[in-house]
């Protein structure tokens, strides 16, 4: 009787990395799905913020911030910047995305319109005369 010890095959090794690396790209589309969800969920309520000081500041002026050119807010929304700044807010909100991704502004006087791009790449639009 002889004995032969039995290792582990090629293939089986082969099934196992497959099976590790399937529950890898599990775990990294959970976590994915998670993160763009917590962005969207920050550009909402960076655009609420928007809303609110705009309103603010409406009160106070008689008008939303006039940019009748759709603007880059921070970057080039000129009125709406200084309205932002002079409102205490130090830091304007910028797209969790970064580099050059910003929320966009524009506004006649009498009604305006947020926007920005969420992670899905669909537009999201809050228009005040809705």
């Known amino acids: 009787m002889s004995w ?57 002026n008689g008008t939303f911030p006039v940019e009748n050119k759709e603007c880059n807010i921070g970057k080039d929304c000129y009125v709406l910047d200084q309205v932002l700044y002079s409102q205490k807010l130090d830091d304007i909100p910028q797209d969790p995305r970064g580099g050059d991704n910003y929320y966009k502004y524009q506004s006649d006087g009498h009604a305006f319109i947020i926007k920005c791009i969420m992670a899905n790449n669909s537009e999201y639009v809050y228009n005040s005369s809705n």
Do not use: C, P, W
């Open 4 to 60: 032969h010890k039995r290792g582990i095959s090629s293939i089986e090794i082969f099934m196992v990395m497959i099976i590790m690396f399937g529950l890898m790209a599990i775990i990294m589309i959970a976590t994915l799905s998670a993160v763009n969800a917590a962005n969207d969920a920050e550009r909402k309520s960076n655009i609420a913020q928007f809303m609110k000081l705009i309103v603010a500041s409406r009160i106070s």
